[in-house]
């Protein structure tokens, strides 16, 4: 069967319909329905939708597909989030303590060491690490 515009249109609102926020998995449910009905002979579009929703597990796995596609997209965010974390706590430290050992070595610019060292750490590792926990216990209630 060929599919005309209309068909798609009908195809993509009733997506939206379901629950499918995300624009790249309504793209690709779309087509994977799209390519299932025009490899079928039937002429009966209303009849090969109604399979092709059922083959992808019906109106109730679309929405288990968004949340699922939500719960990467946020591992993918935390994930990053923990690398940045982990890098800018690293130099924090490590200028902290080449501070400290400018100061016992009395060795000049050991202040300024000290004073980014610690201003790095305040300003962005602490709260960047709450603010992670903070997500993180969101999504797991959810």
């Keep these: 069967m060929i599919l005309t515009d209309k068909h798609i ?12 926020k995300s624009k790249d998995l309504r793209e690709d449910l779309l087509d994977h329905i799209c390519t299932y009905i025009e490899t079928n002979d039937s002429q009966d579009f209303d009849s090969l939708y109604q399979e092709a929703l059922q083959k ?11 949340l699922e596609t939500n719960l990467q997209k946020f591992a993918h965010q935390a994930i990053r989030l923990k690398r940045t974390l982990h890098l800018v706590s690293t130099i ?18 050991a202040n300024i060491l000290l004073f980014i060292g610690s201003v790095i750490f305040i ?20």
Excluded: C
Aim: charged share 15%.
């Design 9 to 20: 249109t009908f195809i993509e609102d009733n997506l939206k319909l379901y629950g499918v």
């Design 56 to 66: 992808f597990g019906g109106y109730n796995s679309f929405q288990n597909l968004q």
């Design 92 to 109: 924090a430290v490590l200028l902290f303590l080449t501070g400290l050992l400018f100061k016992m070595m009395h060795w000049p610019f």
């Design 123 to 142: 300003i962005i590792v602490i709260p960047t690490f709450f603010y992670d926990r903070y997500k993180s216990s969101i999504h797991k209630f959810s």
